[in-house]
């Protein structure tokens, strides 16, 4: 897969000029824990996921938020109504938050040409997914990016740009990011959050996992320099909390940040626990993050880290040329590595983070069931990330909020993946084919 494919009273008057209904403010709380509210009433007192809570400076109606799916509902980078009725099902589904998946920062920074580039252009469209997430009372919060060794450079015209050269695994050629792509991204990703902030969004969630191109550079693996942004922990996180600090520092104080981390690659000599645990630290230290949402694994090569369950191999090949096929299905179980599905399979190592940090945690990962979600919260993170089951079923936490289901309906089968060409969809709501 290449497309793994985020002050008070002004906002409210901008709100109340625009149209669009400002989800209420809980009580402040640095942690992201929950606190009592004379405004936001929960529907039902016994769940903590129905406990409204602050993320940073926003005010989210509970804690079960949509994570980052490529929709697949750009065609060419244009935002249109595809994408808006994506994001307006997640909202009326019950969702806090929905996450728009992966904007990119620049055009060599996208997936492919038909990811959206956050500039000028997009911010009418996107102003109008903000604007129906609003009216259903939710928040929308921008995936900012930079794909880096995983972007389609044949797709976008451009280099393909790595902390290191070499060549990805698929082929294609990777070249070296220059101290000048570093400083000129880094001011990518600051406009690109002002843009955010100008189309509406509540929050930024700046991805630093699956091997894009900040989560290559915390990459041992991937990251091979010898300069100052290269060897040592300190030095590789370097450029990532740059971008961090300038996406802080791109934004008014009525945005959250929140960056995407991994926690592991995947992949031997990839960034582990060990690494990123104290890498999470420093994200802590620095202060410029609400929240990290914690996930694992790398789309360059070891995708079916991050999801578990079925590999799709038959619907993969279907989704590419004809030539590359066969190839495919004789060397894509090297690629598409197996691991059996288990309900929350990044608790264990997300248990790290939340003894060693005070930080608000996002625990994602195979979560399909409420007891799930309370235990997750009970034990101290401080809201949870769905993204299959809310492609299942967008309004699942609404049934969940009336007691009409416990669980969801996902089966992990992971057809969905490489739907994400065509416009993302679970293949048992909508059952065309994936090409
Ligand atoms: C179709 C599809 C597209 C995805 N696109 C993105 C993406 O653009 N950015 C991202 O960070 N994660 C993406 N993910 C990963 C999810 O955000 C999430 O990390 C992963 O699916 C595990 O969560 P889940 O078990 O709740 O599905 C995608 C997942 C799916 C199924
Ligand atoms: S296709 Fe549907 S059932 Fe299968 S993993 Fe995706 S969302 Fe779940």
Redesign the pocket.
Known sequence: MT???EPAARDETAAALSGRSVPERAPTARNGRPQSSGSVEPADRSSPAFQPASLGPVALRNRIVK????EGATPHGTVGPALVDFHARVAEGGAALS?V??LAVSPEGRTDRHCVVLGDAALPGLRQVTDAVHRAGAAASA?L?HAGPVANGRSNRSAVLSPSGGFTPTGPRLRAASGADIARITDDFRRAAAVAEAAGFDAVEI?L??SYLLSAFLSPRLNRRTDQWGGTLERRARFPRQVVRAVREGVGPRMAVTA?LNMADGVPGGFWLDESIEFATMLQSDGDVDAVTL?GGSSLANPMY???GEVPRREFAATLPAPLRLGFRALGGRFLREYPFEEA?FLPYARQFLAALDLPLVL?????RLDTVDAALTEGFAFV?????L?RQPDLVEQFRRGEAAEGL?V?C?K??P??YRG?RCVLVDGRTVR
Do not use: P, S
């Not at 994602?364 to 399909?368: M, S």
């Not at 990330?385 to 089951?389: C, E, F, K, L, V």
């Open positions: 497309d793994d494919r994570a980052a799916t490529f996450t998946a992966y995936q990016g991805h996992g699956h995407k996930t991050l999801f578990r399979f994602l990962g195979g979560i399909n990330a769905m993204a299959r089951a492609l996902c992990h992971n969905c993946m739907t994400i993302t």
